[in-house]
C-alpha cells in the first residue's frame, strides 16, 4: 500500500533534473566506506567490514555501541527510503506528493499510528528505550554530520532529512502491523456483497479457511444478527478498488525448520522466504551482521527499526510470516438521535473525542512552497471513527475502527531479546512482547529443538467473528478479554520434525477461539507438506529449491476439470491438450500455465459477475484469498447456483458452460499478446517481474533507473511465489523479498540473496548486484564467522568515539 502510493507520487518531475546528472551521478552519490569516521556517542571504536555485496559487518565492544553504529550504516545506505516509510507512517505524504496526497494523510492520521506510537513511546522501559535510542542516535549522527553524503534522491525529490526519533520508529512498527492485518479489507467486501445480495446469499462466498493438519475446515460463522446495511455505493465509491487492490493480496511468506533427524549434519535448518512488494529496488529489507562480546548474529530488519527480525545468532535461527490474527473490528455507532455530535453508549449520550491534527502539503503557489490544513479526527471508545475518512465507506452511519495494538502496548516490543536469546524459550519470550506485528515466528536452536509461534495480542469476543462490522446496541463491550499467550498458536519439537506456515489457517476446528476468517488458500502449505514429508534427510540445497518450488496444487485439482470442458468443443480442444500434457509445474518456458491461469482469471469474473456487478466481483476478485478456496469448492463440486448466468433468461448454464465460454474470451485476448499457436505461448512471456526505482517506477527514464523486466515462473499459488494484480494480469507485484536457508551446523555462512541488494542509493553497483542471484536462483551467503568474514572484507571503517 504504502511502496506504491509512495514511488508514483516521488518521480512525477524529477526526470527532467537527473538528465543533466547522469554523466557523473554515480560519484555524486556516495559515501564514506574505508578509513576512519567520527561517530560522537560511541563508548569504544566500531569496526565496519563490507563484503563483495556492499554488506556490513559490525564489530563492537558493548551493544550500545552495535545499536549505534547499526543505524548509522543503515542510514549511510537507506536513509532515502527510510525518510520514504517515515512520511508514510506519520502521515506526511503530502510534504512531498502536494494536493493529490491530502487524502490519504487525513486517512493516515485518522488511523493513528504515530499518534499512537507518542503514547507507547511514553511506556518504553528503560531497556527498550535505550535499544530505540541508541539505533536514532546512529541515524541522527549521520544526519547531522554528513550532509553532503545524503543520497542524491533527496535532492532530485526537493526534501532533506529531519532528525529521528523514538515515535518515528514505533510509527513504522505500528505502520508493518497495520500492512501484516487484512480482515478492515475482508469486513468491507462482506459488507458489500451482503448489500447486494442479502445476507444468505452472500455467506455463500464467504472464505472459506482450511488448515490441511486438520480433519475439517473452520468456515465462519453465520454474522447475520450483526448485519446492518451501511449503504456502500460502488457506483460513488470508486476510490474503494484502489484501497482494497493495495492491501492483504501483496503479503504472504513461506517459512519452516526442520528438525536435527531430517538434515544430514544434525543441526536444525531454518527457511524463509518473506513476499512484499518486491518490485521496488533494492527491497524493503537491509541486512547486516552484528558481532558483540554478547552475541554475534547476521540478517535483516526493516530499514527505521532497530533489531535484525530475520536471521541467525550464535545459538538459534529464525524466519517470520504473516499470520493473519483478526485484531481489527469495524463497529457501527449509533447517535444520540437528541443530538447527532453525540453516540450512544447503551442508554449513555457520550460526546465524540475530537483530536485537531495540522498537514503541511506541498503548494508551489504559496509562501515557502507550502500550506497547512487543519482536520479533525473523532474517536469513540473503541477508536477512531473511519466512515467518510477511508475510501469506500462513504455513508451516512458512523462507523469506528477498533485495533487491538493500540491496547495492549508494553514496555518492551522483543526486538533486542532476539538477538540476545540463546534457547527456543527465550525466543518465545521475546516474541510474546510483540504485540503490534500479526506473525508467525518459525525458529530453532543449536540443542535441536524447533519451533512455531505467533506474535500480536488478539481479542476475545463476545459474539460475531469481526467478519462483518458489529452493530453497537448497547453499552457491553464486544471484547472481552485477550487470548493467552500460552493458547496463542504454536508448536514445540513437532512429532513429525519439521513445522511451518504459508499463511494458511494454523488453528484446528477445536480451537477454542476465533482466530480469523481470513487467510490464504491451503495450496502452498500442501505442497510444502508433501515435499517435507517425504523420509529422509534434506540439505540446505534442497531447502533452497524448495523456496523454487512452482508446482501448483490448485491447477492440479481444477486443470482436469476445465481441460474436460475444452475438450468437447472444436475452437476449445487444443488448449484442453495443453493441458492434458501439464505437470501442473507453473515454469516460465511452458504454455500451460498461460492457458489456465488466464481461463483460470475469466472464469471467476464470468461466475460472479452476473449477480454482483463487474465492478464488485473485479474489488473481490483482487483479494485473492478471500475467493480461491471457496471458487475451488464450487468447481469440484460440480455444481453451484452462482455457475447459472441470471442475464440470459430460460438458459440455464453449467460450470462447463462458463469454462468453454471464458476460454474463448480468454483466448482473444491471449493471441493479441502471444499470437495465434497457444502451443508457442509461454507463461514468462506473460509473467514477468519488473523491478524499479522509488523515484521513478514508469514511463520515461524507469528503465534506465531500474533494473528490467525479469521473466518469471511460479504462481499466486506456488511456493516460488510471484503474484499478480487481478485486474492488471499478469506482471507480478509480489514475490519473495529476501530468501535465506540457515543451517545452524554451519557456523562460517547463511545462505540468501536479495531481489536488489544492499544499498538504496542510485547508481551504487550494490542496489542491483544481488538481481541476476535472485532471478536465477544462485546462492549468495551473509558471513557469519570472523574467518569468513575477513576472508570476504572488501573494505573497512572504523567509526571513532
Not at 163 to 182: H, K
Not at 765 to 771: A, G, I, K, N
Request: aromatic share 10%; with cysteine.
Amino acid at each position: 500500500m504504502r511502496r506504491t502510493f509512495i514511488m508514483r507520487c516521488a518521480g512525477v518531475s524529477i526526470l527532467v533534473v537527473l538528465g543533466g546528472l547522469l554523466g557523473g551521478c554515480a560519484s555524486l552519490n556516495t559515501y564514506q566506506k574505508s578509513g576512519e569516521i567520527s561517530l560522537p556517542g560511541l563508548q569504544e571504536p566500531v569496526t565496519v567490514m563490507r563484503d563483495e555485496k556492499g554488506m556490513a559487518s559490525i564489530y563492537a565492544q558493548s551493544v550500545d555501541d552495535a545499536f549505534m553504529a547499526h543505524g548509522f550504516i543503515t542510514a549511510q545506505d537507506r536513509l532515502f527510503q527510510m525518510e520514504l516509510t517515515r512520511l508514510f507512517a506519520t502521515g506526511r505524504i503530502s510534504e512531498l506528493a502536494g494536493e493529490k496526497a491530502l487524502p490519504l494523510d487525513t486517512r493516515l492520521r485518522t488511523l493513528g499510528f504515530h499518534r499512537n506510537a507518542i503514547k507507547h513511546a511514553a511506556i518504553l522501559d528503560g531497556k527498550a528505550r535505550n535499544f530505540f535510542t541508541r539505533y536514532i542516535d546512529g541515524v541522527n549522527a549521520f544526519i547531522q554530520d554528513h550532509p553532503k553524503s545524503f543520497p542524491l534522491e533527496f535532492r532530485l525529490a526537493g526534501i532533506a532529512p529531519t532528525p529521528w526519533t523514538i515515535e518515528d520508529s514505533l510509527a513504522i512498527m505500528y505502520l508493518m502491523g497495520w500492512d501484516s492485518a487484512a480482515n478492515i479489507q475482508t469486513e468491507i467486501i462482506t459488507q458489500m456483497l451482503i448489500e447486494r445480495v442479502g445476507a444468505e446469499k452472500a455467506f455463500e462466498l464467504f472464505p472459506l479457511n482450511v488448515n490441511p493438519d486438520d480433519t475439517a475446515y473452520a468456515p465462519v460463522t453465520e454474522p447475520f444478527s450483526t448485519v446492518a446495511r451501511l449503504g456502500i455505493d460502488l457506483s460513488r465509491d470508486t476510490s474503494l478498488m484502489a484501497y482494497l487492490e493495495e492491501g492483504p493480496h501483496r503479503l504472504g511468506s513461506n517459512n519452516w525448520t526442520v528438525g536435527p533427524n531430517h538434515s544430514p549434519q544434525g543441526k536444525p535448518i531454518v527457511a524463509n522466504d518473506p513476499h512484499l512488494d518486491a518490485t521496488v529496488l533494492p527491497g524493503p529489507w537491509y541486512p547486516a551482521g552484528i558481532i558483540t562480546p554478547e552475541f554475534r548474529a547476521v540478517g535483516v530488519n526493516i530499514p527505521g527499526l532497530p533489531g535484525l527480525v530475520i536471521g541467525r545468532t550464535e545459538h538459534l535461527a529464525i524466519g517470520v510470516t504473516n499470520s493473519y490474527g483478526d485484531a481489527q473490528d469495524l463497529f457501527i455507532e449509533t447517535l444520540d438521535p437528541d443530538d447527532p455530535s453525540r453516540y450512544l453508549e447503551g442508554t449513555t449520550s457520550l460526546p465524540f473525542t475530537e483530536i485537531r491534527e495540522t498537514i503541511r502539503v506541498k503548494d508551489k503557489k504559496a509562501q515557502e512552497g507550502f500550506r497547512n490544513e487543519e482536520i479533525t479526527i473523532r474517536l469513540t471508545r473503541r477508536g477512531p471513527v473511519i466512515s467518510n475518512v477511508l475510501p469506500g465507506l462513504k455513508t451516512d452511519k458512523v462507523v469506528s475502527m477498533r485495533w487491538a495494538p493500540y491496547e495492549t502496548m508494553g514496555r518492551d516490543v522483543g526486538l533486542d531479546r532476539i538477538l540476545t536469546a540463546t534457547d527456543v524459550s527465550a525466543v518465545r519470550d521475546a516474541i510474546s512482547r510483540l504485540n503490534a506485528i500479526m506473525l508467525n515466528f518459525v525458529f530453532a536452536d543449536t540443542s535441536g529443538n524447533i519451533g512455531w509461534q505467533t506474535s500480536g495480542t488478539l481479542p476475545i469476543r463476545r459474539s460475531g467473528d469481526g467478519t462483518v462490522p458489529l452493530v453497537v446496541t448497547d453499552s457491553t463491550d464486544n471484547w472481552i478479554g485477550w487470548i493467552p499467550f500460552n493458547e496463542t498458536p504454536q508448536a514445540y519439537n513437532p512429532a513429525r520434525g519439521w513445522v511451518g506456515t504459508c499463511n494458511h489457517l494454523t488453528v484446528k476446528s477445536d480451537y477454542p477461539y476465533y482466530y480469523t476468517s481470513h487467510a490464504s488458500p491451503s495450496f502452498r502449505y500442501r505442497r510444502l507438506m508433501e515435499l517435507l514429508d517425504v523420509p529422509g534427510v534434506k540439505t540446505t540445497h534442497d531447502h533452497w529449491m524448495i523456496q523454487r518450488d512452482t508446482k501448483n496444487l490448485m491447477a492440479e485439482q481444477i486443470s482436469p476439470v476445465m481441460a474436460a470442458a475444452l475438450a468437447a468443443h472444436d475452437d476449445t480442444k487444443d488448449l484442453a491438450r495443453i493441458l492434458d500434457q501439464w505437470s501442473y509445474f507453473d515454469d516460465p518456458e511452458l504454455a500451460a500455465p498461460a492457458v489456465f491461469q488466464s481461463v483460470y482469471r475469466e472464469f471467476a469474473f464470468q461466475v460472479f459477475a452476473d449477480e454482483l456487478g463487474d465492478e464488485l466481483t473485479t474489488t473481490m476478485l483482487k483479494n485473492w484469498y478471500f475467493w480461491q478456496e471457496r471458487l475451488m469448492y464450487m468447481v469440484l463440486n460440480g455444481t453451484s447456483p452462482w455457475f447459472d448466468d441470471i442475464t440470459t433468461g430460460e438458459i440455464t448454464e453449467s460450470r462447463d458452460d462458463l469454462f468453454v465460454r471464458s476460454a474463448r474470451i480468454a483466448r482473444a485476448e491471449m493471441e493479441e499478446t502471444l499470437g495465434k499457436n497457444p502451443v508457442k505461448w509461454q507463461w514468462g512471456k506473460l509473467h514477468r517481474l519488473t523491478l524499479v526505482s522509488p523515484i521513478r517506477r514508469s514511463g520515461f527514464g524507469a528503465g534506465l533507473l531500474g533494473a528490467g523486466s525479469n521473466s518469471m515462473g511460479g504462481s499466486g499459488e506456488t511456493l516460488y511465489r510471484a503474484i499478480f494484480s487481478y485486474d492488471k494480469p499478469f506482471g507480478v507485484t509480489t514475490s519473495a523479498s529476501l530468501r535465506m536457508v540457515a543451517d545452524l551446523s554451519d557456523g562460517d555462512k547463511v545462505t540468501a540473496v536479495l531481489p536488489g541488494g544492499v544499498s538504496a542509493r542510485l547508481f551504487d553497483p550494490h542496489r542491483t548486484d544481488q538481481v541476476k542471484a535472485f532471478m536465477n536462483g544462485e546462492k549468495l551467503y551473509w558471513w557469519f564467522s570472523d574467518e569468513a568474514i575477513r576472508e570476504h572484507s572488501k573494505t573497512t571503517l572504523v567509526l571513532i568515539p
